[in-house]
């Protein structure tokens, strides 16, 4: 099987996407979030997430933006990650993980569709 894709046209990866029943017919009960624009996508995403019900691993050097009139990208970046690892109102929390402590199984990773 090859990779998967999908195309969103909005900051929240969920919205109006086949992401949410991918993820149930393979059982995934966990995302790891990184990628572009921290201040929308990245933030968008990993609320939505935490509100459905998946706890978040969010790679804290692994997501950035542009800057904006008064704050750099990196502030921007390490105001999300302060901000999303603090919620508690989900439920699910966000663990903060630096690239290069990120483990992650392979066999995680073999696609076991759920039965049913």
Request: aromatic share 6%.
């Amino acid at each position: 099987m090859g990779d998967l894709r999908i195309r969103k046209r909005s900051p929240d990866s969920f919205h109006n996407t086949e992401l949410k029943s991918l993820l149930d017919h393979y059982a995934v009960d966990q995302l790891v979030i990184c990628g572009l624009q921290s201040d929308f996508c990245v933030d968008t995403t990993t609320r939505r997430a935490l509100a459905l019900g998946y706890p978040v691993m969010l790679v804290s050097d692994g997501h950035s933006t542009a800057r904006n009139r008064g704050l750099s990208a990196a502030q921007i970046s390490a105001h999300h990650n302060e901000t999303l690892s603090n919620i508690t109102s989900f439920g699910p929390r966000v663990a903060l993980v630096r690239a290069r402590e990120l483990q992650i199984d392979a066999s995680d990773f073999v696609p076991h569709a759920r039965a049913g």
